[in-house]
Nanobody
Framework: QVQLVESGGGSVQAGGSLRLSCAAS????????MGWFRQPPGKEREFVAG???????YYVDSVKGRFTVSRDNARATVYLQMNSLRPEDTAIYYC????????????????WGQGTQVTVSS
């Protein structure tokens, strides 16, 4: 069974940067697409960014130009570089492995990490 572990979260001021990492067990990243989701306090989990096995990337409009998703298949790791952070980016961030379907949909993923907290102060 695939295990995913996020790291790199923390607290920053608005305008700052963080890089999140998601380490996956085995060689799953060479086979499946990966996604990043976030869940702000009191709100639903939402799609942030995704990357396919072939390197195609997907972003929600609110992070385009600020966030960059990438992957290192040899290290079985996916990254989310977050620049120009805003208070509304505050959330628990999760990585997930896609099984099928749209990269933007929660139901397309079958394995999830435990999440890492990102807090952006104004």
């Amino acid at each position: 069974q695939v295990q995913l572990v996020e790291s790199g979260g923390g607290s920053v001021q608005a305008g700052g940067s963080l890089r999140l990492s998601c380490a996956a067990s085995g060689r799953s990243l060479s086979i499946f697409g990966m996604g990043w989701f976030r869940q702000p306090p009191g709100k639903e989990r939402e799609f942030v960014a995704g990357i396919s096995w072939g390197g195609a990337t997907y972003y929600v409009d609110s992070v385009k130009g600020r966030f960059t998703v990438s992957r290192d298949n040899a290290r079985a790791t996916v990254y989310l570089q977050m620049n120009s952070l805003r208070p509304e980016d505050t959330a628990i961030y999760y990585c997930a492995q896609r099984k099928d379907g749209s990269y933007y949909a929660l139901g397309s993923y079958n394995y999830w990490g435990q999440g890492t907290q990102v807090t952006v102060s104004s």
